[in-house]
């Protein structure tokens, strides 16, 4: 059974960082997809919004437009373990953050669009003005 555990969530003032991790059990990590989501306040699951995606290997990484140059997706092989460095944080970004995988070989930009396989439970990011 897949399990997805995010963590390193919280409360920031704007301008500042926060990193998030997830730590992946029951699936081959080194040949998934890691991806990360995010459902604003209010927003319904199927408005659940991409943030940033990686291919199994880490070399390819893709990015919504508005984290790309403040987010960073970054994973650890040896770890079973993912992170989102969120730089730059904006009230706009406060949102539940998700962790995703997916095993299938897709392209980085195919998630974005589609979604994963296996999802975690979330971690509440909120970022004040």
């Known amino acids: 059974q897949v399990q997805l555990v995010e963590s390193g969530g919280g409360s920031v003032q704007a301008g500042g960082s926060l990193r998030l991790s997830c730590a992946a059990s029951?699936?081959?990590?080194?040949?998934?997809?890691m991806g990360w989501f995010r459902q604003a306040p209010g927003k319904e699951r199927e408005e659940r919004e991409f943030?940033?995606?990686?291919?199994?290997?880490?070399?390819?990484?893709y990015y919504a437009d508005s984290v790309e140059g403040r987010f960073t997706i970054s994973r650890d092989n040896a770890e079973d373990t993912v992170f989102l460095q969120m730089d730059s944080l904006q009230p706009e970004d406060t949102a539940i953050y998700y962790c995703a995988a997916d095993a299938r070989d897709y392209p980085t930009g195919y998630y974005a669009t589609n979604g994963m396989e296996h999802w975690g439970k979330g971690t509440l990011v909120a970022v004040s003005a």
């Open positions: 943030v940033a995606a990686d291919d199994w290997n880490g070399r390819n990484t």
């Open positions: 029951g699936l081959s990590f080194a040949n998934s997809a």
